[in-house]
């Protein structure tokens, strides 16, 4: 706004100084043009002043949102532009308003003060946050889209809060610990978000007054305990803590990429590649187990969503000694887990910085859990819990979760190339068709021995024939 002003009293000077310099007829329209010119260039600095900043915050689009409707629509609470007129959900901005005056009452300075310094905070950075937003929504003046992000940004800041406050106990407006929850989902939305940095601000000018030592990330990670999809906690270290984050999904995305994120150039693949190469690699659960293959859950700490092929340290001397262990990340299934996973993935498929390692592991264990069989397997090895109902539930889940998604760089190279070297291995592949085929289920079992007592009644009848006693 600053900006466009400056360049509106550069036009003018510069008509002024023109007309006075012009002494031929010719002069009126020259200025014309000349004012033409210099109009299209403002403009052009405006667009380029209000493109300056990459989305972050993006409508899900039709295909994705057609799989799985409810994942990507909040349920109780509306952040944000995108879902502000949804009736269903204005019956909680009441709420929302309560929260912020709450959170004022906190600070010793009046809520007017306050409501002012918030207001102007976020009216400085507007265009700012108006470009973290793609999508098609309803048009906003300034103070209404600053009203918007001061109400929402104050609300959450006061729910987070709360929920780190162990000594504050004023009842929740969400009496219900379900509703409570819902909240907490609705939060981790791709579609329902407002950009971390006016959270920041915000934060700035209320908790950090009441807390100066007091960490928004940390705040916030705390706060999303209860909706991580993995039984690890959730940590950033120092570095990453004070990176910029997009918002709050985004820290918590943040929380599953690989400390040394960048793939090398040997891992590298482009989407074509890696589905190609997915599709030529894909051994269930089950038929890995048969192959000798052992599950157990992950605990590393520097990767959340880290995998690991691991060979028996006594080696090929006896087959059933050298069997390997692939460790995989604990997945925890609970009625949220499709939509919390669903809105990461649209989160990295439509950010082109973001890594897909979430994406990466969707697909992973899309290609290794194909049946209700294969879930119940992890689940014995303690890498799965489903709280969703039954196995089969949990297998269809699994299975399309990734329709209408791509990978661009699959965060597992190595271990699939791992897995598929040792399952091609002379005695993996056939101890596992013997196990498919003569094994698989006692009738089989049953099968294979009354072959085996044919064929030798067989040998004896033949060499007593042969030779008679």
């Known amino acids: 706004m600053e900006v466009a002003g400056k360049d509106d009293c550069v036009v003018k000077k510069r008509r002024k100084d023109q007309m006075e310099s012009n002494d031929s007829g010719h002069g009126d329209a020259a200025d014309r043009i000349y004012d033409t010119i210099e109009i299209l260039v403002v403009k052009e600095k405006k667009r380029r002043h209000a493109h300056e900043f990459l989305p972050s915050i993006y409508r899900v689009t039709k295909t994705l949102r057609d799989v799985s409707p409810n994942s990507y629509t909040p349920r109780v609470i509306s952040i944000g532009p995108f879902h502000k007129d949804n009736k269903i959900l204005k019956e909680a901005e009441v709420h929302k308003v309560a929260y912020m005056f709450d959170l004022y009452g906190r600070l010793k300075s009046p809520r007017e003060q306050t409501t002012k310094a918030c207001v102007n905070m976020v009216l400085n950075k507007i265009d700012r946050i108006r470009a973290c937003y793609a999508g098609k929504m309803k048009t906003y003046d300034d103070h209404e889209f600053a009203q918007m992000m001061v109400i929402d940004g104050c609300f959450i800041l006061e729910l987070i809060y709360r929920s780190n ?63 991580n999809p993995f039984r690890q906690k959730l940590v950033l270290d120092n570095d990453e803590a004070e990176t910029n984050h997009d918002h709050i999904l985004g820290v918590l995305q943040r929380c599953y990429q690989h400390a040394h994120a960048k793939p090398s150039e040997n891992s590298k693949t482009t989407s074509n590649s890696a589905a190609e190469f997915l599709n030529a690699i894909s051994y269930s659960v089950t038929e890995l187990a048969m192959a000798g293959v052992k599950f157990k859950p992950n605990n590393d700490t520097k990767w959340l969503l880290a995998m690991e092929f691991k060979f028996s340290r006594v080696h090929c001397f006896c087959w059933s000694w050298g069997k390997p262990t692939f460790r995989m990340p604990m997945l925890q299934i609970e009625d949220y887990t499709e939509a919390v996973l669903r809105n990461l993935i649209a989160y990295e498929q439509f950010s082109p910085a973001v890594p897909d390692d979430v994406t990466s592991y969707a697909f992973a264990m899309e290609r290794i859990l194909d049946t209700k069989e294969d879930v119940l397997k992890v689940i014995e090895s303690k890498v799965l819990t489903n709280n969703l109902g039954s196995s089969e539930q949990a297998s269809n889940m699994i299975n399309s979760i990734c329709k209408e998604v791509t990978v661009k760089d699959f965060s597992y190279i190595k271990q699939w190339k791992q897995l598929d070297g040792y399952y091609n291995g002379y005695w993996p592949k056939n101890v596992a068709w013997l196990r498919r085929t003569y094994f698989s289920s006692p009738w089989s079992f049953i099968a294979l021995l009354a072959g085996f007592l044919l064929f030798g009644l067989t040998v004896a009848q033949t060499y007593f024939t042969i030779r008679p006693i």
């Open 165 to 227: 406050d162990r000594i504050y106990e004023s009842p929740s407006v969400f009496v219900n610990k379900l509703l409570t929850l819902y909240v907490k989902h609705d939060l981790v939305l791709l579609e329902n978000q407002i950009p971390f940095f006016v959270l920041q601000d915000l934060f700035e000018c209320t908790i950090r007054k009441l807390e100066p030592r007091a960490s928004l990330v940390s705040l916030v990670l705390s706060f999303l305990k209860d909706v």
